[in-house]
């Protein structure tokens, strides 16, 4: 079977983009900044996305183009079969993460509905309630994943390009336009100062905490260790610039979470809403609430969840692609058959999280803070030790240097994987803690 490929440099930039812009800079980045202490939060994840996040996502591209593969086969095809046990722990955190996030798209979508009927304007917890949870729930889940792989099944570039090329632009302009609104809120003053004035004495004392949950928002909003980055690379040509690219990406992403937190903060401060609040569901109970208490409130709620929803769908396209891939590279099957097979399965996994919301917790930590950052630190350690000579090679092609790449090396041979194997031992640690309180 012919493998695809992307049709131009902006169709594979926007969808790589699309894939990092989704509902973990809109809505898990807003929820874990309140959580996480406002700018003690925004200043360590701003670090690990740039130190971290960016040599990481190269050597994800850097495997990706050189083995033109999924992120299981990769490393068979690059001479080094053991090591695809790294490309199981990062399909089964795409895996994990896609069955719990299609749960919360399908929120979006009843929040989207809602905000013209006004069925959230009450009681905007009991609204979340009934969305959350039962058969409202599942029949979202599945209206939502239905949409993500009826994307998937038209293929790369009628499928997750076009998609793309049309709905990145439209997040960025929307997001735009809700920021500048809530620019003139009269909480805006307080939600800044709160969201980008950073206390060292905070960051310090909350350290053990804060990174963790900074390390695993920085890789799940760019993608990282679960493989997609490597799947989408593979579809791409040996003239183009891999560090041009991956920081095309970083500035663009980074730069829509941040502007995701000017759109919500200020209009929980407006409304005397405690940041954080409400965890998974802050975002919808909270803004709802004050959407409801807005002049055009519904109009206003309904831009911002077709927002959200957009973004939603971005990221989750890519996360399926990622499976589809595997099975398309491994068992030659038809494209349509694999993505049908595939979503059926992924729906089925989120269930439970529309049932009962402690799944999404056990699931979105177990995901995020160990086997995104396993899968990081396995890829890092096979690039830095195992294959460094060729990932170099991978790298100059179409520039930079010899030389910058070669620092870039070392900062994946050395710096990463200590930061990392620290990061995963205290996301380890919580985590048990986390299920010894819960069950």
């Not at 591209?61 to 593969?69: E, K, W």
């Not at 310090?204 to 920085?218: E, K, R, T, Y």
């Not at 077709?306 to 590279?329: K, M, P, R």
């Amino acid at each position: 079977m012919v493998r695809e490929t992307w049709g131009t440099r902006v169709g594979f930039i926007l969808a790589a983009v699309g894939s990092a812009v989704g509902l973990g800079n809109i809505w898990r980045f807003p929820f874990l900044t309140g959580e996480s202490g406002g700018a003690a939060f925004l200043f360590v994840y701003l670090a690990f996305v740039v130190f971290i996040g960016l040599p990481v996502l190269i050597v994800e591209f850097v495997i990706g183009r050189r083995s033109n593969r999924n992120v299981i086969g990769a490393f068979k095809e690059l001479d080094n079969p053991n090591w695809q046990f790294a490309g199981f722990v990062g399909a089964l955190a795409g895996f994990i993460i896609l069955s719990y996030y299609s749960v919360v798209g399908g929120w979006v979508i009843q929040y989207f509905v809602s905000s013209f009927t006004g069925a959230y304007a009450g009681d905007a917890a009991a609204y979340f309630g009934q969305a959350a949870t039962g058969t409202n729930a599942i029949v979202a889940h599945a209206i939502f994943m239905g949409l993500v792989a009826g994307i998937v099944a038209f293929g790369v570039r009628d499928g997750l390009e076009r998609a793309a090329k049309l709905m990145v632009p439209s997040i960025i302009a929307l997001l735009v336009i809700l920021a500048g609104y809530g620019a003139t809120l009269s909480g805006s003053s307080e939600a800044y100062a709160y969201y980008l004035s950073p206390n060292l004495d905070t960051i310090l004392s909350n350290l053990g905490s804060i990174a963790p949950a900074a390390a695993g928002q920085a890789f799940f909003t760019l993608s990282l260790g679960m493989g997609v980055m490597v799947t989408y690379a593979s579809y791409i040509s040996e003239d183009r610039s891999l560090l041009q690219d991956a920081g095309t990406i970083v500035v663009v992403d980074t730069s829509i979470a941040f502007l995701a937190g000017l759109v919500v903060f200020p209009f929980l401060f407006t409304q005397g809403v405690e940041p954080g609040a409400g965890g998974a569901g802050a975002v919808f109970i909270s803004l709802a609430a004050a959407f409801s208490s807005l002049p055009a409130g519904g109009l206003i709620g309904a831009v911002f969840f077709f927002t959200l929803g957009i973004a939603a769908l971005t990221s989750a396209f890519s996360i399926l692609e990622v499976v589809v891939s595997y099975v398309i590279d491994t068992f030659d099957v038809e494209r349509r058959n694999a993505t049908l097979v595939l979503a059926v399965i992924i729906f089925a996994v989120g269930i439970p999280t529309a049932i009962d919301l402690t799944w999404l917790d056990v699931y979105d930590k177990f995901a995020n803070n160990i086997l995104l950052i396993l899968g990081g630190l396995l890829m890092s350690l096979f690039i830095g030790w195992v294959y460094a000579d060729q990932g170099v090679d991978e790298l100059t092609k179409g520039g930079p240097s010899k030389g910058l790449a070669t620092g870039w090396l070392w900062v994946v041979r050395v710096v990463i994987p200590v930061v990392l194997a620290y990061t995963l031992y205290l996301g380890a640690t919580e985590y048990w803690a986390f299920l010894m309180e819960t069950f």
